[in-house]
Protein backbone atom coordinates (compact mmCIF):
# COMPACT_ATOMS: atom_id res chain seq x y z
CA UNK A 1 0.00 0.00 0.00
CA UNK A 2 1.44 3.55 -1.28
CA UNK A 3 1.18 6.27 1.71
CA UNK A 4 -1.55 9.63 0.11
CA UNK A 5 1.34 12.26 -0.12
CA UNK A 6 0.15 15.68 1.44
CA UNK A 7 1.41 18.94 1.42
CA UNK A 8 0.83 21.44 4.39
CA UNK A 9 -1.90 23.56 3.54
CA UNK A 10 -2.20 24.86 6.28
CA UNK A 11 -1.59 28.89 5.57
CA UNK A 12 -4.72 28.85 3.06
CA UNK A 13 -6.61 26.38 5.57
CA UNK A 14 -9.29 28.82 8.04
CA UNK A 15 -10.78 27.36 11.17
CA UNK A 16 -13.86 27.89 9.60
CA UNK A 17 -12.67 25.43 6.21
CA UNK A 18 -11.64 22.88 8.57
CA UNK A 19 -15.08 23.35 10.77
CA UNK A 20 -17.05 23.02 6.96
CA UNK A 21 -15.45 19.94 5.76
CA UNK A 22 -15.59 18.13 9.01
CA UNK A 23 -19.35 18.84 9.09
CA UNK A 24 -19.63 17.43 5.16
CA UNK A 25 -17.47 14.37 6.00
CA UNK A 26 -19.50 13.69 9.30
CA UNK A 27 -22.55 13.50 7.10
CA UNK A 28 -21.20 11.32 4.36
CA UNK A 29 -19.46 9.11 6.24
CA UNK A 30 -22.81 7.94 8.26
CA UNK A 31 -25.21 6.15 7.14
CA UNK A 32 -26.75 7.16 4.11
CA UNK A 33 -30.25 8.89 4.73
CA UNK A 34 -33.18 10.74 3.17
CA UNK A 35 -31.95 13.81 5.11
CA UNK A 36 -28.82 13.60 3.64
CA UNK A 37 -29.96 12.51 -0.05
CA UNK A 38 -31.93 16.36 0.41
CA UNK A 39 -29.45 18.02 1.28
CA UNK A 40 -26.92 16.70 -1.13
CA UNK A 41 -27.31 19.81 -3.66
CA UNK A 42 -26.37 22.28 -0.13
CA UNK A 43 -23.92 20.10 0.58
CA UNK A 44 -21.66 20.33 -3.16
CA UNK A 45 -22.18 24.42 -2.47
CA UNK A 46 -20.54 24.24 0.28
CA UNK A 47 -17.68 22.04 -0.49
CA UNK A 48 -17.51 24.37 -3.79
CA UNK A 49 -16.12 26.99 -1.41
CA UNK A 50 -13.43 25.53 0.43
CA UNK A 51 -9.83 24.58 -0.52
CA UNK A 52 -9.17 22.64 -3.67
CA UNK A 53 -7.87 19.77 -1.06
CA UNK A 54 -11.00 19.66 0.70
CA UNK A 55 -13.43 20.30 -1.85
CA UNK A 56 -12.43 18.46 -4.66
CA UNK A 57 -12.41 15.01 -2.85
CA UNK A 58 -16.13 15.63 -1.70
CA UNK A 59 -17.43 17.02 -4.92
CA UNK A 60 -16.38 13.82 -6.78
CA UNK A 61 -18.02 11.56 -4.32
CA UNK A 62 -21.80 13.66 -4.50
CA UNK A 63 -21.23 13.27 -8.21
CA UNK A 64 -21.82 9.56 -7.66
CA UNK A 65 -23.66 10.22 -4.38
CA UNK A 66 -26.22 12.16 -5.63
CA UNK A 67 -27.15 10.25 -8.78
CA UNK A 68 -27.09 6.95 -7.16
CA UNK A 69 -30.33 4.77 -6.00
CA UNK A 70 -30.56 4.94 -2.40
CA UNK A 71 -30.88 1.26 -1.95
CA UNK A 72 -27.94 0.51 -3.81
CA UNK A 73 -25.75 3.47 -1.88
CA UNK A 74 -27.38 1.74 1.48
CA UNK A 75 -25.85 -1.68 0.58
CA UNK A 76 -22.67 -0.53 -0.80
CA UNK A 77 -22.59 1.18 2.83
CA UNK A 78 -22.94 -2.04 4.55
CA UNK A 79 -20.29 -3.79 2.56
CA UNK A 80 -17.66 -0.91 2.74
CA UNK A 81 -17.69 -0.48 6.65
CA UNK A 82 -19.60 -3.11 8.60
CA UNK A 83 -18.45 -6.34 6.69
CA UNK A 84 -15.28 -5.47 6.57
CA UNK A 85 -12.84 -5.48 9.85
CA UNK A 86 -10.01 -3.31 8.28
CA UNK A 87 -12.26 -0.35 7.53
CA UNK A 88 -14.51 0.24 10.09
CA UNK A 89 -15.67 3.60 11.41
CA UNK A 90 -14.63 3.20 15.31
CA UNK A 91 -11.92 4.59 15.47
CA UNK A 92 -10.05 2.60 18.82
CA UNK A 93 -11.35 -0.84 17.49
CA UNK A 94 -8.65 -1.20 14.99
CA UNK A 95 -6.40 -1.13 18.29
CA UNK A 96 -7.95 -2.94 20.58
CA UNK A 97 -10.89 -4.95 18.88
CA UNK A 98 -13.69 -5.40 21.06
CA UNK A 99 -11.35 -5.97 24.10
CA UNK A 100 -11.42 -4.94 28.10
CA UNK A 101 -8.47 -1.93 27.18
CA UNK A 102 -10.50 -0.75 24.07
CA UNK A 103 -13.58 -0.09 27.03
CA UNK A 104 -11.13 2.03 28.67
CA UNK A 105 -10.08 4.23 25.44
CA UNK A 106 -13.80 4.94 24.82
CA UNK A 107 -13.97 6.91 27.88
CA UNK A 108 -11.65 9.68 26.56
CA UNK A 109 -13.87 10.42 24.58
CA UNK A 110 -16.99 10.51 26.39
CA UNK A 111 -14.74 12.60 28.60
CA UNK A 112 -14.33 14.90 25.62
CA UNK A 113 -18.12 15.17 25.15
CA UNK A 114 -19.22 15.67 28.44
CA UNK A 115 -16.81 18.73 28.75
CA UNK A 116 -18.11 20.29 25.51
CA UNK A 117 -22.04 19.32 27.04
CA UNK A 118 -22.50 16.74 24.61
CA UNK A 119 -24.58 13.90 25.41
CA UNK A 120 -25.01 10.69 23.21
CA UNK A 121 -27.00 7.37 23.67
CA UNK A 122 -26.84 4.76 25.60
CA UNK A 123 -26.11 2.55 22.48
CA UNK A 124 -23.90 4.52 20.47
CA UNK A 125 -20.17 4.06 20.43
CA UNK A 126 -18.36 7.33 20.96
CA UNK A 127 -15.41 6.47 19.05
CA UNK A 128 -17.37 6.89 15.80
CA UNK A 129 -16.02 8.92 13.28
CA UNK A 130 -19.02 10.63 12.30
CA UNK A 131 -19.81 11.71 15.89
CA UNK A 132 -16.48 12.62 16.50
CA UNK A 133 -16.09 14.58 13.39
CA UNK A 134 -19.54 16.35 13.99
CA UNK A 135 -18.27 17.25 17.75
CA UNK A 136 -15.43 19.09 16.20
CA UNK A 137 -17.28 20.85 13.43
CA UNK A 138 -20.49 21.85 15.80
CA UNK A 139 -19.30 21.89 19.54
CA UNK A 140 -15.56 21.89 20.39
CA UNK A 141 -13.30 22.34 17.61
CA UNK A 142 -9.56 21.69 20.23
CA UNK A 143 -11.01 18.93 21.50
CA UNK A 144 -12.44 17.21 18.88
CA UNK A 145 -9.23 17.71 16.60
CA UNK A 146 -7.15 16.74 19.25
CA UNK A 147 -8.97 13.35 19.16
CA UNK A 148 -9.04 13.13 15.49
CA UNK A 149 -4.99 13.93 15.09
CA UNK A 150 -4.37 11.32 18.14
CA UNK A 151 -6.15 9.10 15.74
CA UNK A 152 -4.01 10.11 12.20
CA UNK A 153 -2.56 6.83 11.58
CA UNK A 154 -6.29 4.72 12.27
CA UNK A 155 -7.30 7.54 9.58
CA UNK A 156 -4.59 6.85 7.21
CA UNK A 157 -4.77 3.36 7.27
CA UNK A 158 -8.59 3.43 6.94
CA UNK A 159 -7.97 5.55 3.68
CA UNK A 160 -5.39 2.87 1.87
CA UNK A 161 -8.04 0.29 2.89
CA UNK A 162 -10.58 2.41 1.16
CA UNK A 163 -8.62 2.58 -1.82
CA UNK A 164 -7.63 -0.43 -1.65
CA UNK A 165 -11.17 -1.49 -2.59
CA UNK A 166 -11.71 1.36 -5.31
CA UNK A 167 -14.36 2.71 -2.82
CA UNK A 168 -15.19 6.61 -3.23
CA UNK A 169 -15.37 6.93 0.20
CA UNK A 170 -11.48 7.09 0.07
CA UNK A 171 -12.08 10.68 -0.95
CA UNK A 172 -13.70 11.81 2.13
CA UNK A 173 -10.97 10.38 4.33
CA UNK A 174 -8.56 11.81 2.23
CA UNK A 175 -10.50 15.85 2.74
CA UNK A 176 -10.01 14.97 6.59
CA UNK A 177 -6.77 13.87 7.12
CA UNK A 178 -5.86 17.04 4.90
CA UNK A 179 -7.26 18.93 7.83
CA UNK A 180 -5.09 17.21 10.27
CA UNK A 181 -1.28 17.12 10.77
CA UNK A 182 0.52 15.06 7.86
CA UNK A 183 1.73 11.44 8.30
CA UNK A 184 4.63 11.36 9.97
CA UNK A 185 7.35 8.71 10.62
CA UNK A 186 6.33 7.23 13.85
CA UNK A 187 2.89 7.24 12.07
CA UNK A 188 4.09 4.99 9.58
CA UNK A 189 5.32 2.74 12.19
CA UNK A 190 2.22 2.38 14.00
CA UNK A 191 0.20 2.25 10.50
CA UNK A 192 2.31 -0.06 9.73
CA UNK A 193 1.99 -2.22 13.42
CA UNK A 194 -2.12 -1.79 12.67
CA UNK A 195 -2.07 -3.47 9.19
CA UNK A 196 -0.01 -6.43 10.47
CA UNK A 197 -1.31 -7.18 13.23
CA UNK A 198 -5.42 -6.03 12.18
CA UNK A 199 -7.94 -5.60 14.97
CA UNK A 200 -7.37 -8.04 17.97
CA UNK A 201 -9.72 -10.96 18.80
CA UNK A 202 -12.48 -10.29 21.06
CA UNK A 203 -11.90 -11.12 24.59
CA UNK A 204 -14.52 -9.85 26.61
CA UNK A 205 -17.36 -7.92 25.84
CA UNK A 206 -17.23 -4.06 26.52
CA UNK A 207 -20.44 -3.10 27.74
CA UNK A 208 -19.09 -3.68 31.37
CA UNK A 209 -16.61 -1.39 30.52
CA UNK A 210 -18.46 1.55 28.88
CA UNK A 211 -19.52 2.86 32.15
CA UNK A 212 -17.35 6.00 33.11
CA UNK A 213 -16.39 5.74 36.60
CA UNK A 214 -16.63 9.69 37.44
CA UNK A 215 -20.39 9.34 35.91
CA UNK A 216 -21.56 6.24 38.51
CA UNK A 217 -24.68 6.76 39.79
CA UNK A 218 -25.74 9.52 37.61
CA UNK A 219 -28.52 9.70 35.47
CA UNK A 220 -27.92 9.09 31.61
Do not use: C
Not at 47 to 54: G, Q, R, T
Not at 66 to 72: I, K, N, Q, T, V
Not at 79 to 92: G, I, K
Not at 127 to 136: C, G, I, M, S, T
Amino acid sequence: MKLLPRKADGATMSDHDRRVLWRIAALLLDYPSADTFMIAGQLASAAKELPEVLGAPVLDFLQDFSGADSLRLAMRYVETFDMRRRASLHLTYYAYGDTRKRGMALLRFKHAYRQGGMTIGDGELPDYLPLVLEFAATIDQVQGERLLAEHVPVLELLRLSLEDTGSAYAGVLAAVLATLPPVNTADRRRIAELAAQGPPDEEVGLEPFMIDPLSAGERR
